[in-house]
């Protein structure tokens, strides 16, 4: 099947934002096994518009158009659309309605601009957008079926997952079930991954597992994409596979799905009845950020600290040069008299010089409780941002292996010993 994106926007043509949406669709797409075979960025301009839209209906067989559904004078999908498809526009009434309704909820009146949003193509099928104004709708032009939805990331993302994807499935001829199973690691990279899992494919003899993978430093996704007559031949399918997957990745693996390594962590901490206090140096607290928002934090998550200053950190002065001694003080010191019954420490130094690719950095982990603690150093290059995101991935994978009972010290790829 042959499917083109189309987003539209003088901001995005020239680059003044990034076209984030374009990588989410193309991406979400891949995950259910469906492939984007172009990719057309196109301005607010209507001459331009429609020749990209007659363009695409001419050699795609499904188009999404990102953008141009709001209700200023440059937004111009609907207009360009029932021009493309040849038919008018008309007023949208149960649409209207449900604007009318936005704003009044909201204890705001529906400024008459707003109207626009509700003029859609006399042919057009309505995609619901619960989020927002915008109205997403589906339109034949050409040989092809063209999606319009809107360029708001959070309501566009909504109306590809309920609306856009299920519908091009199903044009597809795709089979009826498709699933996508998602691990995420960290310490191996793709190379490496992709090395261990050689042969997995080859556990489905039927060929409905699909390996695939996205790396996003310092963690790295793999996919297994499974398609099946139903959800039971998906799920026999996809059990040896992902068996096997846990096997070959084992400790790497941090979470599974929607689950996180924050996530993961808090998690864990709750089922011991536990307690968290964290320091970090360099890491601009990014440790405290991705844990103590979550849901449930309020009962686990206890004191963070945030410094860029090693002299002197609970009472424990800190000598010109950080080592094992100094960081398990400082751990100890900052579970005491916080009160938790665990606490992180993630201590930074970096090299001295410019910022470039062989620039490092050394990190020292402690964790503590009161009758255990556990020590890691770790050496990482590539840059300060580099060293950075590497040390917060790193602290908090030393914290989940502790937690889980794993070893705490085990190589990674990242580290340069």
Known sequence: MNIEIICTGDEVLTGKITNTNFSYMAQKLEDVGLSVRWGTTVGDDRETLLAAFRQAGERADAV???????????????????QAAGVELVLHEEWLAKMQDFFSKRSRTMPPNNVKQAMLPATAEMLDNPIGTACGFAVDIGKARFFFTPGVPRELRRMLEEQVVPRILARSGAPTAIHLKRF?????GESHVDQLLTGLEALDPTGGVKLGFRAHYPQLETKLT?????????????APVTAEVRK???????????????????KALSAQDGTLSV?????AGQIAARIAHMPGAET?????????????????????????????????????????????AVLIELDDGADRIDFGGTIWIGIATAGRSEFRRSRILGGREWVRLGAVELGMDCLRRFLQGLPVVERIDFEKT
């Open 184 to 188: 995420h690691s960290y310490g191996l």
């Open 248 to 266: 070959r990745l084992g400790n790497f693996i941090i979470a599974e799905d929607d689950q996180t390594l924050e996530g993961v962590i808090l």
């Open 226 to 238: 499974v398609r099946g007559t139903d959800m039971d031949d998906v799920h026999r399918k996809l």
């Open 64 to 82: 999404i158009v990102n953008g141009g559904l709001g209700p200023t004078v440059d937004d111009l999908s609907q207009e360009i659309a029932a």
């Open 300 to 344: 686990v998550f206890r004191h963070g600290t945030v410094t860029r200053q090693l002299d002197h950190l609970f009472g424990v002065t800190v000598p010109p040069h950080l080592d094992q001694d100094t960081t398990e003080a400082v751990v100890r010191a900052a579970r005491e008299q916080t009160g938790a019954t665990h606490a992180l």
């Open 279 to 283: 320091v970090e140096t360099f890491t």
